[in-house]
């Protein structure tokens, strides 16, 4: 039964943007507003899933000026028991991006919100981004307790990326991840007593883009840990496969 909830969630948005214009004719503007939905077989954040195992539902939308400044808000389901009560992901993220020659940066602060969550799950990080070519690196850090967690502000995370256009619709991904963590948002891993300070996560993906601009993806994702979810008997950062459907409009 999700998984039809989720497919006609899919749907139903983008047959809204096909019916929506994108700004009159005549009326010349520097800003432009764009929007993306997508089903998830399963939402992996830094390689560990934040639904238990379970499709995903996330979609949101970007105000950008020519100048390089934009505005976002992105959202997905999450699994409650992981969240403290919240069902819901909602990250709102502010930056200003652009080129220098052939490289391309991107500097920004990004908050995630958890609406419902008792006791309170929050997070804040600043983040700058460099990229060239299909080679891209993203490095986040936290101004604030990390997801809620005492005395870990300063976790950061940095992001290796390739992303390689084949033509014809096809493409190649592959990401390798690292999250150093301070405080009590170290982990203990399944069967241990020990924390530890660091996760390393990994992706291996390929694309394909209908000329009607859907995106379909194919990616193992997994981690150096073995973290448990909200249920027994579930290792969340192992690697899995997942798939997804997506569109940008």
Known sequence: MIKIKF???VLAVCSMAASVPVMAQGAASD???TGNAGL???YRFRGISQT???PAFQGGFDIAHSSGFYLGNWNSNIDSGFFAGSNLEMDFYGGFKGTAGTLGYDVGVLTYYYPGSDPKIDNTEV???LS???VSAKYFYAVTDFFGFDDSDGSAYLDLGFNYDLGSGFGVNAH???????GDAKVVEIGSTGTEDS?????LGATYTTTGGFVFGLAYIGTNRDLAGSRPNRNISDGTGVISLSKAF
């Open 7 to 9: 497919a006609a969630g």
């Open 31 to 33: 800003w432009s507003v």
């Open 40 to 42: 998830y077989s399963d």
């Open 52 to 54: 238990n195992k379970d």
């Open 127 to 129: 983040y700058l981004g």
């Open 132 to 134: 060239y070519g299909p």
């Open 176 to 182: 390798v991840g690292y999250q150093s963590l301070r």
């Open 199 to 203: 996760i390393t996560d990994y992706k």
